[in-house]
Structures are given as structure tokens and as C-alpha cells.
């Protein structure tokens, strides 16, 4: 098995035109969706972030 990176990945669907979206999920919290944002990726998946959290409104406004 071959893991890429998000650049390469980046890389690869412009080079192509591919029209896709980039889907993270796991891993999501305040301190990572910015990066995943930044990185290209279009979609944020924070389940157990969101679910775990005492206050799902202020988690929610956390990562947006």
C-alpha cells in the first residue's frame, strides 16, 4: 500500500481536472480543520469530536 500526500493528491487533481472533493474524516477537532482546510480539503468529517463534546454549538463554531 502507497500513501500519498495531500500535496500530491492536490497535485494530482489539478493536473488532471478532476472535478472531486476532498473528504477528512477523523482525526477533525479545533486544532486540526484549519490545517485540513488549508491543505485542500473540502469536506471535514468530526464526528466524535462533535459528538464528545460537552457544547456541540460551541464545537461546531470551533472548526468552522
Do not use: C, H, W
Amino acid at each position: 500500500i502507497r500513501y500519498f500526500t495531500p500535496d500530491e493528491v492536490y497535485s494530482y487533481i489539478k493536473a488532471n481536472n478532476l472535478d472531486v472533493k476532498i473528504q477528512v474524516d477523523g482525526g477533525i477537532n479545533q486544532n486540526t480543520a484549519k490545517a485540513a482546510s488549508e491543505a485542500g480539503a473540502d469536506i471535514l468529517v468530526a464526528g466524535n469530536y462533535l459528538f464528545r463534546s460537552e457544547n456541540m454549538k460551541k464545537a461546531v463554531e470551533s472548526i468552522r
